[in-house]
């Protein structure tokens, strides 16, 4: 084997990558293992047997453990390092193998930026038919549509104004990008590059919020197909009603006058001192704390003398800085809920300086992000609010300054703002400006003189890092458009569990049947190679995926899996092409080296086949599609790596040494199976074709009498994961639930899960009332129908009072709660149509190239075109009386992807063999060629198909309900194809290489 030293040396290279990475997941588990420990100590000692007490205690010392660790240098942990090497907890965290949504529980969202207020804010508002087009534009939208805004803008406007016009609406506030005279195109151009500011001003608000909500790992992206929409997925979050009203509220820039200590410094000391007597006068233990501790003067609520929510008077908290500014002190993270508290109780003081406001610094000013900065901000006006809003920044450039290597940030505002800039900062020379972005403040630059024109230069200690925050901040100035939220899925940590263990245990009994079957089929030394070969490609691909920082999902365990399987029919290939060398008489070390030599085409192929379809299924899937496709994609790769050269390397060296040069690659139970089989395969196939046939005519029938059935996914609604006490029959909640949503459409079907107790049961509740209304009183409208309704009829208890009800429903009974607007739906149609075209057209152009054949090309088409709609006939065919839900959705497009993929590497091996025999025996009559290219690949077929099927059927039976529909979509997909690559795809070509022979003959002539 040639570049043997070039592959071991990239192997033990990769190895270590692997295992640095993986490292960050073990030391994170380890720390979470003693935060659990401590926490439930404390729990234990102060609940006092009272179950809600140890819940609360737990969670908050849970937290407070982690949080306590968070900038603690935990790796490599070596004490006499110091602090300046290794990585603390919160970048460990940061590093480690992630859990999606489905595992974790959490919340994903996509909002969208209001199109409609951005184009109304840039043109005429006074032109009828501009507000016309605007209004159509937004009505159409809101219904459905898989077209940008702008688009749908374009054409309502043309329609009823025709072209040239657009240049009259926008080139008065758009003067210097847009003449009176430009045409739509250019107009156009500009409005789509606005929009996209907006967007990206929008993504970095949002993404700013969430960094401070203290999400671990949260993924938020851009819509590469829609610029006004971003994608937003948060594992762990369990309060989702503070979340929307985070992502949705509007982001405020704001530019403050400051105070300087010196000036609040005697109404600071009588706060000290009546704080002070305050805890004299009390014997509270002050336990209790103030939520959102950052948010200085939020609406904390007070507590009774008895129970202050702070321990020690305001000046103890207080670490002074030593030197007079508008920068306060600092405060430690654990106590700045305590600080509010004071001054909320003492704001009402007569010595309280007029219009003093109270601000926390936006990040920490320590290396271990512990203190953060207080800031003492001077309303100005009537109002005693800001002094100048945002809005009126034009632009902002982070770049270094042209006087050294420091970083400064260069702003420039509008006329209005530049005029009350220059007046503000004339008043305030020698004085700090505050720099506020959500009641925050990035930056308090002195001035240090006044400023004309409107443009300014920040400048401060910046890093790089810190000049592009900056950057970002004066940006965003007053969010121009509000963005709503137009997808929700909401999972439940309890669900999120169930998943984890049902996806471990499906996972765990895949690879230990995977193993044995190998064994069984081919010998324990050869199956023992080839296992250990599994367990390294399993290490190779969580390790890559570690170093990426994905996201594990149970569509991901899927696609490891499915990557598992493939890893073994590329052992498969290589053993039986093994066989077939020693049964003509070579020795084992000869027939090893030539089995590889002959199988690698096919292996090649196969895994390249499957690359281009996780490649397209990544490409247009979203969140966890795009995660089983990287999955598949890093598996197929590592798959490669271990049975194409470890394992060769490895036979080559211990026959090298004299051992196993005895190896037969069969067992008893296996030798004797296919050996030597002389079946005329083209011959039965015009009896069994009509097989497919009669399916294709009943499934075209079914589709057109039952449909298919989709899931919110494509249709747009709301879905309910709902779990009852008791046993519960869906008709019978669906009968109930009807009435409450006229004009709707309301759906339930039974949601059963293997990992569930007998005593319980789940079912799904869907529906499209009032979809196109994405706001909270709607949302809690249907939960309120539902909770009432079903506590009428005695499914769910009732409470004392309505609203008792209602509560007790939402956060017991619901599992997980999903919206998905009808634009998304149409997108995702469009999207899921294109990629299944997509991946056909490329596997067909792919044996093409390949096989440099057509009959190889055309056969493929057709078979994989009959693969996909073979699945989709099923699941028409059978969704009524399956006991499980089989909806249409993204999950499904993604198994018939994943079906192309595996009916193509089946069909590559067939087409492999026929081509290698045909060079071989040039004359030899077609029909014999095929046949017996059938007949020698029929164990490899059979193998890896009853290998895959045992894998998925493990998935299908024990992965639970979240991706049964999925994984019993790739089921009977891997029968299809194996059927079509031997009764389809093979005929095809047969009858081409017939018609091509007979056009030859006649020519020759």
């Not at 704080?275 to 007070?302: E, M």
């Not at 995926?545 to 996201?551: D, E, I, K, N, R």
């Not at 009853?946 to 029968?975: E, K, N, Q, W, Y």
């Amino acid at each position: 084997m040639q570049n043997k030293g070039f592959v071991i040396t990239f192997s033990i290279l990769l190895t270590l990558v692997c295992l640095f990475y993986l490292s960050f997941t073990f030391v994170t588990r380890n720390q979470e293992s003693k935060a659990e420990k401590y926490a439930a100590a404390y729990a234990s000692e102060h609940s006092k047997g009272d179950q809600q007490l140890y819940d609360e205690l737990y969670n908050k010392q849970y937290s407070h453990y982690l949080d306590s660790m968070s900038t603690e240098r935990v790796w490599p942990g070596i004490p006499f390092l110091g602090d300046s090497i290794g990585y603390t907890l919160k970048e460990c965290r940061e590093k480690e193998i992630g859990l999606g949504l489905d595992l974790k529980g959490g919340m994903s969202v996509i909002v969208e930026v209001d199109a409609s207020a951005v184009l109304s804010s840039l043109g005429d508002p006074d032109n009828a038919a501009f507000n016309k087009a605007l209004q159509e534009a937004s009505d159409e939208n809101r219904k459905g549509s898989n077209r940008d805004y702008i688009s749908i803008f374009l054409d309502k406007f043309k329609a009823a104004n025709g072209t040239g016009k657009l240049a009259g609406i926008f080139s008065t506030k758009l003067r210097d990008q847009i003449n009176p005279q430009d045409n739509d195109a250019k107009v156009e151009g500009v409005l789509r590059k606005e929009l996209q500011a907006i967007a990206d001003n929008s993504f970095s608000v949002l993404r700013t919020r969430i960094d401070r909500f203290g999400v671990v790992a949260p993924n938020v992206q851009k819509l590469d197909n829609r610029a006004e929409r971003i994608m937003i997925e948060l594992p762990g979050i369990k309060e989702p009603e503070r979340v929307r009203k985070l992502l949705q509220g509007s982001a405020n820039l704001e530019f403050w006058k400051t105070y300087n200590y010196s000036e609040i410094q005697g109404y600071l000391a009588t706060v000290s001192e009546l704080s002070r007597q305050a805890l004299s006068a009390t014997a509270s233990d002050s336990s209790a704390i103030v939520k959102d501790s950052l948010s200085v003067d939020s609406s904390a609520v007070l507590t009774p003398a008895s129970q202050l929510a702070f321990a020690k008077s305001l000046d103890q908290y207080l670490q002074r800085i030593p030197y007079d500014g508008a920068m306060v002190a600092f405060v430690h993270k654990n106590d700045t809920a305590s600080v509010n508290a004071i001054l909320h109780k003492y704001k009402d003081l007569p010595e309280r300086p007029s219009g003093l406001e109270f601000a926390w610094g936006f990040k920490a000013e320590d290396q271990k992000e512990t203190q953060f900065a207080l800031y003492s901000l001077r309303g100005d006006g009537v109002k005693k609010g800001p002094a100048l809003d945002g809005e009126v920044v034009i632009s902002a450039k982070a770049d270094q300054s042209q006087h050294g290597s420091a970083w400064e940030v260069d702003m420039q505002m509008n006329t209005i703002g530049s005029q009350r800039w220059a007046t503000i900062t004339g008043a305030e020379v020698g004085r700090s400006i505050a720099i506020v972005l959500d009641g925050s403040v990035y930056s308090a630059p002195n001035v240090n003189g006044k400023i004309d024109g409107g443009r300014s230069q920040i400048t401060g200690r910046f890093s790089v890092e810190d000049a592009k925050d900056l950057e970002n901040v004066l940006k965003s100035g007053k969010m121009k458009a509000g963005v709503h939220i137009v997808q929700e899925d909401v999972v439940g940590p309890s669900l999120g569990q169930e998943a984890i263990n049902a996806g471990i245990i499906s996972f765990v009994l895949a690879l230990v049947l995977l193993m044995l079957y190998i064994c069984l089929v081919y010998g324990l030394i050869p199956g023992l190679i080839a296992n250990v070969a599994l367990l390294v490609n399993l290490f190779f691909t969580i390790g890559i995926l570690a170093a990426f920082g994905a996201v594990m999902t149970l569509p991901g365990i899927t696609g490891l899996v499915l990557a598992l399987a493939l890893a073994v029919d590329a052992n498969v290939l290589v053993y039986e092409r093994t066989k077939e060398e020693l049964k003509a008489g070579k020795n084992t070390k000869v027939a090893i080296v030539d089995g590889y030599r002959h199988a690698f085409s096919a292996i090649f192929d196969g895994h390249a086949s499957q690359v281009i379809t996780a490649i397209i299924l990544a490409y247009f899937g979203t969140g966890p599609i795009q995660g089983f496709a990287t999955t598949l994609i890093i598996g197929i790769i590592a798959s490669f790596i271990t049975n194409v050269f470890l394992t060769r390397i490895f036979y080559e060296y211990m026959l090298d040494k004299g051992k196993l040069r005895h190896l037969t690659f069969t067992t008893v139970i296996s030798k004797k199976i296919f050996k030597e089989t002389h079946i005329n395969f083209l011959g039965m196939t015009r009896h069994i074709v009509i097989i497919s046939v009669v399916l294709i005519i009943a499934g075209v029938a079914s589709l057109f009498i039952n449909g298919l059935n989709g899931g919110i996914d494509f249709t747009g609604g709301r879905n309910y994961l709902v779990r009852f006490d008791t046993k519960v029959n869906a008709d019978d909640v669906e009968k109930v639930l009807v009435s409450e949503f006229p004009n709707s459409t309301v759906l339930v079907l039974t949601s059963g899960s293997a990992s569930q107790s007998s005593s319980t049961s789940q079912v799904r509740i869907t529906t499209n009332y009032k979809i196109e209304e994405a706001t909270d009183s709607v949302e809690n409208e249907i939960r309120a129908k539902m909770a009432l309704s079903l506590a009428a009829n005695n499914i769910t208890p009732k409470g004392a009072t309505d609203k008792e009800t209602i509560d007790a429903f939402n956060f017991k009974y619901v599992q997980s709660s999903q919206r998905v607007g009808p634009s998304v739906a149409d997108d995702l149609k469009t999207a899921a149509t294109i990629a299944v075209l997509i991946a056909i057209a490329f596997m067909a152009l792919y044996i093409l190239l390949r096989f440099r054949d057509i009959a190889f090309s055309v056969g493929t088409l057709i078979a994989v075109a009959h693969d996909a709609v073979m699945v989709i006939i099923l699941y028409s065919l059978l969704y009524k009386i399956m006991p499980f839900s089989m909806e249409v959705d993204q999950s499904f497009i993604a198994a018939v992807l994943t079906v192309v993929g595996y009916s193509i590497n089946d069909k590559v091996v067939i087409f492999d063999r026929i081509r290698e025999i045909r060079n071989m025996y040039p004359k030899r009559d077609i029909t014999e060629t095929i046949n017996e290219a059938l007949n020698s690949t029929l164990g490899r077929t059979l193998n890896t198909a009853i290998s895959s099927m045992l894998v998925v059927f493990c998935i299908f039976l024990l992965g639970g309900d979240t991706i049964r529909s999925f994984t019993f979509a790739i089921f009977i997909g891997i029968f299809i194809g194996t059927y079509s690559s031997v009764f389809v795809a093979t005929p095809i070509a047969w009858t081409i290489f017939k018609k091509e022979h007979s056009k030859k003959a006649i020519e020759a002539k």
